[in-house]
């Protein structure tokens, strides 16, 4: 089960390759006249989790983060991450090869201007890159006196001998009894809303999913398609599918107007509309330059914008936040049942983080309603815990011991995504350790009653999580909370409640709240619940209001909890928040699970 669920990122990962690696391609750049080449991770749709063909940075440096970039030159290569991925590049990459850099502190076009010398010629590839990714790069080399250069092919690939195939992976629909909305009326909204443009290139798969009703295998942990669409004013579309991945008679299940093409077709497509001197929005966030200019070497005009299906797709339909309500109850059903043997096993000494991994897959997948987890599980323990998006891999396998064990974790069901974190103590802890426990659920427990006018955005509401960690000179260096999709993206924007996140929170938009504390090299904490974005009635209000209905459901460490710490409002949430969570919960599980459900949802004044 492990080995199948996490094998692309153990392929990927073999940083003692590295410089065998890193040499070829230094050869090829050489041959094709290049003096460096930009490697990132990503694929030609800007994709999370990317399939394993794209997989280049991973391959080349060992690094296996969701977000990063290499820049390769003759004599140095540097390795670009956030801050959720610092620690974790340091430990994953070949230091005497590759140095990592923190997105914070350098950015990568400050560093091509400090590194690449005068009449120089850095390679990218245009597929890979959005228009404003290659512009400020494109400006970073020009004020070295160097150049930007696309490339026909990507040496990486060149180099890669055994580089997988493209996912081929069959596309079925997504019913409506599940959608909640007919691909019909979601199509003629996005052609409502395309202002002067005359069509939309659809270059965010996800987005293509929704748009169209469909879902896909191509990528791990999220069911989409690979693929691109078109969709015009005039309520027409079109639909960029590999016929191969096309059951016989899918074309019948799509809404009326909509035509099948084949992929290579989609560039033809566009320089024909480009010579028609039509006009044509892509998304900022997800086209690639690639189809850009091929659009525009006619008389076409490019609008480099926002695709509003991501807004659409945000807001939940009342169909789409029951089934989110319902897939929250039974895998909460899974995750008692694991919290519990979890408590009975892990004082014996004997579970390591793979095993733990493995078995709350299973308890998810005792449901039979599991289709796929909705990213790699993080299962840490000890200084494990202190890397925010820890990868538990054979060589790494901790025996979780006497300490901090994390698990952050998510399913993907038919009817809803999940993503739930929580943080056990295994034997006494320390005061330490309930004092940031307590710091960091006080934040949680801000944002879940957090009352805010309509219009807010999650910038706004980021420090009510950070409030008591600040207060001891304590801080998380990510974001409190990402959206998350309906049997899509765990990932999913544009909403977030981030000191980035500048989209304003709306009815029946999902995020998630999961303020965190890491004390680097020796344990970490993350308290983790999905939250559905709903109008609230106050009394006297002036103002629309909104706030946060708490869709998770799983008992929270009590063990970790200083109660002198908490309000008495905060009390109250938190008894309140058990009661629930024991009264939906406990017709679903049995025996000692049942048991051990009484006892870690008890009132926290009963000790």
Excluded at 21 to 38: H, P
Excluded at 123 to 139: I, M, S
Aim: hydrophobic share 45%; net charge positive.
């Amino acid at each position: 089960m492990f080995e199948s669920r996490f094998q692309s990122f153990l392929d990927a990962a073999e940083p003692e390759k590295s410089a065998e690696r890193i040499a070829a391609l230094r050869r090829l750049l050489a041959r094709r006249k290049l003096d460096g080449f930009i490697v990132p991770r990503s694929d030609e749709h800007q994709n999370e989790y990317v399939p394993p063909c794209a997989e280049r940075l991973a391959w080349l440096t060992g690094f296996t983060g969701s977000a990063g970039l290499a820049i390769v030159l003759a004599r140095s290569l540097a390795l670009f991450v956030d801050g959720r991925y610092t620690v974790q590049a340091a430990e994953q990459v070949d230091l005497s090869l590759v140095t990592p850099i923190a997105l914070a502190e350098t950015s990568p076009e400050t560093w091509i201007r400090e590194h690449l010398k005068a009449g120089r010629r850095l390679g990218y590839d245009p597929w890979l890159h959005t228009p404003a990714q290659a512009q400020a790069f494109e400006r970073a080399a020009e004020a070295s006196g160097a150049r930007l250069v696309p490339v026909a092919d990507n040496p990486v690939d060149a180099v890669w001998r055994d580089r997988p195939a493209a996912p081929c992976a069959p596309v079925r629909p997504h019913p409506a009894r599940l959608a909640g909305e007919s691909s019909r009326s979601k199509l003629a909204r996005v052609a409502a809303a395309l202002g002067s443009s005359d069509a939309l290139l659809v270059s965010d798969p996800h987005a293509m999913a929704w748009a169209f009703n469909i879902r896909g295998a191509d990528v791990a942990f999220t069911p989409l398609p690979l693929g691109w669409a078109l969709i015009g004013r005039k309520g027409r579309a079109s639909l960029y599918l590999a016929r191969d991945k096309l059951a016989p008679g899918f074309a019948s299940r799509l809404a009326p107007g909509v035509e099948l093409r084949a992929p290579e077709r989609l560039r033809e497509d566009l320089e024909t509309l480009g010579s028609r001197g039509k006009a044509i929005l892509f998304d900022h966030a997800t086209a690639p330059v690639a189809l850009v200019r091929a659009f525009q070497t006619g008389r076409g005009r490019a609008v480099i914008g926002v695709d509003p299906i991501a807004l659409m797709k945000a807001r939940k339909n009342a169909t789409e936040l029951d089934g989110a309500r319902a897939a929250h109850i039974r895998d909460g059903a899974a995750l008692v049942r694991f919290l519990a043997w979890f408590a009975e096993r892990a004082p014996q000494g004997k579970l390591s983080e793979i095993q733990a991994a493995e078995a709350l897959e299973s308890f998810r997948r005792d449901t039979g309603k599991l289709k796929d987890l909705s990213f790699p599980t993080i299962s840490a323990f000890g200084p494990h815990a202190a890397i925010p998006h820890y990868r538990v891999t054979r060589a790494s396998d901790r025996r979780i011991g006497h300490g901090l064990f994390l698990i952050d974790s998510g399913a993907q069901y038919e009817d809803g995504t999940t993503d739930v974190t929580r943080t056990m103590a295994v034997g006494a802890p320390s005061a330490e350790m309930r004092d940031r426990f307590t710091r960091v659920l006080k934040g949680h427990i801000a944002i879940a009653r957090a009352l805010f006018p309509q219009g807010t955005s999650g910038a706004q509401i980021d420090s009510f999580a950070r409030r008591a960690l600040w207060e001891a000179g304590l801080d998380f260096d990510h974001g409190v909370g990402h959206g998350v999709g309906s049997y899509l993206s765990v990932h999913e924007g544009p909403q977030r409640i981030s000191k980035l996140g500048s989209v304003a929170l709306a009815p029946g938009m999902i995020v998630s709240n999961e303020p965190a504390y890491y004390k680097q090299g020796k344990w970490g904490i993350r308290t983790e619940n999905l939250l559905v974005t709903e109008a609230r009635a106050v009394k006297g209000a002036e103002r629309p209001t909104l706030g946060f209905e708490t869709i998770t459901l799983a008992p929270i460490d009590l063990a970790l909890v200083e109660r002198k710490l908490l309000t008495r409002e905060e009390t109250t949430w938190l008894d309140e928040y058990h009661t629930r969570v024991r009264r939906i919960l406990s017709p679903l599980v049995e025996g000692d699970a049942r048991r051990w459900l009484a006892s870690a949802t008890r009132p926290l004044r009963e000790g």
